[in-house]
């Protein structure tokens, strides 16, 4: 079980590590978000099941499940309404210099 519970905490971390490279390279704010919201919901999802894995079925591993389940459910909705807040104050997408 070790050995699973490292597999999911080791992808958890690359999905982590690809996201802030994806914030560092990325032109612009939409960019930037849309890649940080999708590899760290997956990345920290992944993460907290490898320890659920590694905890075994304990009263911990219940409080790790609900904690994913939030971070899976709030994320997305919170990169959506900064997207959207950023949109409507006028914010606007970059585009190449020739478009």
Avoid at 19 to 32: N, T
């Amino acid at each position: 079980m070790e050995i699973i519970a490292g597999i999911f905490l080791i992808a958890g971390l690359f999905l982590l590590f690809v996201a802030a490279i994806g914030i560092l390279r990325l032109p612009d704010f939409y960019s930037r978000l849309h890649a940080s919201g999708l590899s760290e919901t997956l990345g920290m999802v992944l993460c907290f099941i490898g320890l659920i894995i590694y905890e075994g079925f304990t009263f911990t591993s219940v409080k790790l499940l609900i904690i994913a389940l939030f971070f899976f459910l709030a994320n997305p909705i919170g990169t959506h309404v900064i997207s959207r807040a950023a949109y409507r104050s006028g914010l606007k997408p970059w585009t190449r210099k020739g478009d």
